[in-house]
């Protein structure tokens, strides 16, 4: 089996700072993409960030020069800085991998989401 588990969302005033962190788990033979999406209410999920294996990134235009994604190979870890949010930001954002597990099967893996709230 494989994981995925997000940390660090919360409530932040306008113009503040969150760092989301997600781990992957579990029987895992190579880890391609990651990456973040977000969800609100009535919308459907939008690409936040994608980070590839050679580290080369993507970016929603929402976001572009506000957030930035990294990874950790060594650590099945990426993480989202996330810089002068706006209200709009707000949302349940989920991580999710593109993952070889130890039985030659790949796929897409999913995290259980993390709420992050700006109030303005």
């Known amino acids: 089996q494989v994981q995925l588990v997000e940390s660090g969302g919360g409530l932040v005033e306008a113009g503040g700072s969150l760092r989301l962190s997600c781990i992957a788990s579990?029987?895992?033979?190579?880890?391609?993409?990651m990456g973040w999406s977000r969800q609100v209410p009535g919308a459907q999920r939008e690409l936040v960030a994608r980070?590839?294996?050679?580290?080369?990134?993507n970016y929603g235009a929402s976001v572009k020069g506000r957030f930035t994604l990294s990874r950790d190979d060594a650590k099945n870890t990426i993480t989202l800085q996330m810089n002068d949010l706006k209200p709009e930001d707000s949302g349940v954002y989920y991580c999710y991998a593109d993952i070889r597990n130890r039985a030659w099967a790949r796929r897409d893996y999913w995290g259980q989401g993390t709420q992050v709230t700006v109030s303005s």
């Open positions: 579990g029987s895992i033979g190579s880890i391609y993409d």
């Open positions: 980070i590839s294996r050679d580290s080369s990134t």
